[in-house]
């Protein structure tokens, strides 16, 4: 799962239109957000004088937000039979998760469901920032291609990471015996979602980070919005919003087709699409929903295995084809592999580099993996680096508007700027899943122990600027029980990428995810338990 960005060799950028939503009325159902008039930044944005403050007291943002709809102030009796429908709504389409009351709940489905943690209407969103990313996605993924082919840049990268990280040293180590062997993988497949907050001082959307592994929520998401435009049109009356302005979601369809058309490529009427899991997943039916869709719609089979499991059951065959429980494996599909706790022996690495050596299409290969590390985001935003992985200079500036501060850690001035201010910096490890920044006292108290100790674990890590969202009020529900809160969101875009040799078959973006979290948490993420599932109302 990247924090910036990736893309494919020298094959023409393929852009696609967005396939926007036509929406006619212009009505604005929820509030006026306050928008302060954008300030004009270049690359001064790697300064600290850029980054913008922790503001408190943000209770008075949201009166000063001039609300036209406050959900806060819905009858309470409306609010009980709107989350019933929810439920119901939930339970009967599959909008469910296992329950972590349920110790079966991540191994059997159909044991231990309840619904998804979700909002109960949607959020009030920027037309015009939700075009932005959706335009830019195409971009994102011809990025990142060309960055996974260009390993000497991948592995000087990360050199200094590889030292004290031991986890990001395995991944280059399979990384480099994949270099070694001087294995091309013709057919290259990446389904991303690059994350975005809406910075209120000044209204620019910024790149939080791009996942190019395990990108979850494409089956759920989708459920979220039909939800929320079920909602609006049953009781339009009351809430007197458009379901209109719901953007449509289609990720779980458009994630499937790439899905089929890798396996298509691959020219294996007989293989199947292998799906590696972990081996307690609460969020199976995330999953299930995108492998029920490639079944139903294109009579692709699929199979989940654990890394364990393919250590076990697979074998690779003297053509490079690989077999796991005897199943030649056409397509892999990780939704597992991206934590250190997924290679808890020797055996998940064994059937990591199995995999990445077999003639399978890997979603996403070693190099896209590394592509979309936290590190290489934060090269990337270096000055004149884009232009060596990008030639259109519209392309690199749209790509470049979304870039928030990002340095390393060996940059002395920014250090002693987060020392000093460590509310206007966020400390970022390579690690994806949430629950792993460091933020505030903390991030003061590691870079003065770093600076003390003298040692390269700094290389571990990167600074990256504070993003302050403007605080919405809202209604979330989880386990059953919907309660008031102030929120921030995060908006979340997918891609779809396939190549096989030059020929670009899919570059579009492909649906959304907004994730809202109670606005006194600094984690956002749905399956680590920090926030919930959200649409866009476009305003």
Not at 163 to 184: Q, Y
Not at 189 to 194: D, F, T, Y
Not at 300 to 318: C, F, H, N, W, Y
Request: with cysteine.
């Amino acid at each position: 799962m990247l924090s910036a960005i990736t893309i494919s060799s020298p094959t023409t950028l393929v852009h696609h239109k967005s396939k926007l939503p036509r929406l006619s009325n212009p009505k604005i159902g929820f509030f006026q957000v306050h928008f302060i008039e954008p300030m004009q930044i270049s690359m001064a944005k790697s300064l600290p004088s850029s980054v913008t403050p922790l503001k408190c007291g943000r209770s008075e943002e949201i009166e000063n937000q001039k609300l036209i709809f406050d959900p806060h102030k819905i009858d309470s009796k409306l609010v009980q039979e709107m989350a019933y429908d929810a439920l119901v709504w939930s339970s009967l389409r599959g909008l469910l998760v296992g329950d972590r009351n349920s110790q079966r709940s991540g191994r059997v489905p159909g044991v231990g469901l309840v619904h998804a943690p979700i909002s109960l209407l949607p959020l009030p969103f920027p037309e015009s920032c939700w075009k932005q990313a959706c335009e830019v996605a195409p971009i994102f993924n011809e990025l990142i291609d060309r960055v996974s082919l260009d390993g000497k840049f991948l592995q000087d990268s990360l050199s200094r990471t590889k030292r004290v990280d031991a986890f990001t040293s395995r991944l280059l180590d399979i990384h480099a015996t994949i270099l070694d062997s001087n294995k091309i993988e013709d057919i290259r497949l990446g389904l991303h979602r690059s994350d975005y907050m809406l910075d209120e001082k000044t209204n620019l959307l910024l790149q939080i980070e791009l996942n190019t592994i395990s990108s979850s929520f494409p089956g759920l998401s989708c459920l979220v919005s039909e939800l929320h435009r079920s909602l609006l049109q049953q009781f339009k009356q009351h809430l007197a919003l458009d379901p209109g302005r719901v953007p449509r979601n289609n990720t779980v369809g458009q994630f499937a087709e790439a899905l089929a058309k890798s396996w298509t490529e691959y020219n294996n009427p007989s293989a199947v699409v292998m799906v590696v899991v972990q081996t307690e997943e609460r969020n199976m039916y995330d999953q299930h929903w995108l492998c029920t869709v490639l079944k139903e719609r294109y009579h692709v089979r699929s199979i989940r295995k654990t890394l364990a499991e393919i250590d076990a059951q697979g074998q690779l065959l003297p053509d490079g084809t690989l077999i796991v429980d005897g199943e030649s494996v056409a397509v892999v599909y990780f939704r597992a592999g991206y934590a250190p706790t997924d290679y808890p022996s020797e055996l998940e690495w064994k059937a990591r580099l199995l995999m990445e050596q077999s003639s399978a299409v890997k979603c996403p290969s070693i190099s896209y993996h590394l592509a979309g590390t936290k590190k290489i985001q934060q090269e990337l935003a270096k000055p004149n680096i884009l232009e060596r992985f990008l030639e259109n200079k519209d392309d690199i500036a749209k790509v470049r508007k979304c870039f928030a501060g990002l340095w390393s850690l060996d940059d002395s001035n920014i250090i002693k700027d987060a020392i000093k201010r460590p509310g206007y910096y966020i400390m970022k490890p390579q690690r994806e899943g949430g629950g792993n920044n460091i933020y505030g006292d903390d991030l003061k108290l590691a870079l003065e122990r770093m600076e003390r100790v003298g040692n390269e674990e700094s290389a571990a890590y990167i600074l990256m600027q504070r993003i302050f969202p403007a605080i919405s009020p809202a209604i979330l529900m989880r386990e059953g029980v919907s309660f008031q809160d102030n929120v921030v969101s995060e908006l979340g875009v997918y891609a779809a990428y396939l190549r096989n040799k030059k020929n670009v078959i899919m570059n579009e973006h492909s649906g959304y995810l907004m994730r809202t979290k109670v606005s006194s948490s600094n984690e956002g993420g749905v399956a680590a338990g920090f926030a919930v599932l959200d649409s866009v109302y476009l305003v």
